[in-house]
């Protein structure tokens, strides 16, 4: 079978090599899944880098955590899957419940972990959870990191009631995960972003009104004040955010906290104290929540936001367009028929 | 009768002055409460030396007080003469989540405090006192274990098999603690002086970590709990990383208080997002929590702290002591 791997030591996409080499066997306890489809995340570029050198082993890795695909073979023992079973994978190891835990590592594809960019990959059947009816197979492969992400961060603490507001800030796809899911259940949706491009796109995905963070420093304020504040903050910026996600934030308000784009801000205790603010940490999300995620998917239809659509020989390709200023919405990669 | 002001525009001890005044009259809607006793928080020192505390208002400063209903305005129903009560600390706040208007608490601002032989309150602005407490010692319960009350129950409840850390041995972290042992969950505490020791294992703590020999404090307590579940920080954005070191994973830390305002360090994003931890912040709390502390407080016989007692006319010294670096409880001044 044909399969994508990041040589050891390399640091760049001249890395990334296509192998050919043997099916491999599902063992006691495993699934073999033929993949469908695959997707690339933002983090995807620190694998190929070994970013911090925190990514990657001395080994040879197979890339990319998001995945599609049909249970084609079970492994002694298992029997939740049967071949023939639509199936996506589970972004995190050994997080099948909340709170998270030391072994979560940082998701398929990382460091010792050998990933999804090949037409066959064997996992833990608890690596997979059924894919969602209303989706096909190419667009369920967006939803392991960054779908469950937002899904966390909205519904595992807090959740917003109908009515209550929203916040995403800039148009990545957790935030676009978010703006969906957040209007299916019934929130007004506000977001920020930089680009008047953009702007016309995200109202077609049922936000309210757009904020411009790049031109307006002082954007929690200017949101806060147009709003009357905003109950959930998804805040997919990062910590260099932090202060400007709580004052856009409601009284009572909750910023959860996703994002690694933005450093350094300390806390100003006054706002945060007199608000009652929480600040929660997501790291993506457990296996019971994505089945919740995917069954939310299912009864409202909600729909991933492709941006492009690439060929399992261009892989490259796909890699590149991850990192236009232009993106919106996921990349994914076909790898075989549905 | 008689009450202490702090002057309009005075920022030290020289504007907290006694006074005659006219008894106030209750209004619609407010009672009068014949103080008994008040309590002095951290807070006390800040509004009486910080302009952002104050207007330009002779103002009767302490949010603390206990005392008994003596006269009830048009339209009250809920009290009568004779009601024993404690005051709330917030404006407006009768429950989760606060709002722009709840205020910086009685004797702040424009808010008359309880500094004084009676004081005219909305009805509103008082929950009835434990039985179980003399009025000396149900002043302590307005700040100090409200706040303690919301941290633990109300925010990211704490369950008996938890571990809680609770930072310093404040007015809240003492009543952390004791709310703690009450509810049987396990309360490691920090001190930077090793002279509490004693006293806070007495009190319950089951480890007493000294942050001043510690400064990798919070690893020490996860080394040595396996992890806590909630941390009560009442020392500040300054101590958030080394609280979320002390945690578990799915853990929380309550932020509270006044302490090292803005001396804070970026969060550590790998702690917050690799335990998938909450900070919490928040103002005291809603007049409902009160109410369920007050019932707590008798169900259980759960006593304060008390650091010492002063006459109404030695309230100076009473402000001086609640500054010192002995203090271990609560400073109170009796109004009888």
Known sequence: MKRWILKAGSVTLDGLIEQEVELPEPGPGEVRIRVCAASLNYRDHFVVENAGESWRT??????????????????????????????????????????????????????????????????????????????????????PCAALTAWTALQHAYPPKKGQKVLTLGTGSVSLFAASFAKAQGAEVFATTSRADKISKLEALGVTSTFDYHADSNWGDTVFSATGGIDKVVNTAGFGSLNQSIKAAAFGGDVAVVGLMTFGDVIEPASFLAKGISLRGVPVGSRELQNDMIEFIERHNIKPVIYKTFEFSNVKLAYKAQLSSDIFGKVVINISEE | ???????????????????????????????????????????????MTNSLWRTDLDLIPVADGAGVIDAVGA??????????????????????????????????????????EY?????????????????????????????????LQKLSPARPSDKVLILGTGGVSLFALSICRHLGIEAIVTTGSEQKRERLLELGASEVVNYRIDPDWGNTVYQLSGGVNKVINSAGVGALNQSMAALKHGGNVVTIGMISQGEGEPVNEYALLGKGLTIHGMPVGGRDGLVELVAFVDAVGLKPVVHQTFSFNDAKLAYEEQRSSDLFGKVIISID
């Open chain 2, 119 to 151: 004081v005219v309150l909305s009805a509103s602005r008082l929950v009835r006192k434990p039985a179980s407490l003399t009025s000396i010692e149900a002043a302590t319960l307005p700040c100090a274990a409200h706040t303690a009350w919301t941290a």
């Open chain 2, 1 to 47: 009768m008689k009450r202490w002001i702090l002057k309009s525009g005075g920022y030290d001890a020289d504007a907290l002055i006694i006074e005659d005044a006219q008894k106030p009259e209750p209004g619609p809607g407010q009672v009068r409460v014949r103080i008994e006793a008040a309590a002095l928080n951290y807070r006390d020192y800040l509004v």
């Open chain 2, 75 to 116: 339209g009250v129903t809920e009290w009568k003469t004779g009601d024993a009560v404690i005051t709330v600390y917030m404006r407006d706040f009768p429950t989760w989540p606060p709002h722009p208007d709840v205020g910086m608490g009685l004797g702040s601002a424009n808010e008359h405090g309880v500094l004084a």
């Open chain 1, 58 to 143: 001395q080994d040879d890795v197979i890339p990319v955590g998001d995945a599609a695909g049909v249970i084609d073979a079970v492994g002694e023992g298992v029997t939740q899957w049967a071949a023939g079973d639509r199936v996506v994978t589970v972004y995190l190891r050994d997080f099948l419940i909340w709170p998270p835990n030391q072994n979560m590592g940082l998701g398929l594809g990382s460091l010792s972990e050998n990933g999804v960019l090949a037409q066959y990959v064997v996992l833990s059947s608890e690596r997979v959870v059924r894919a969602p009816r209303n989706l096909s197979l190419s667009e369920a492969s967006t939803l």
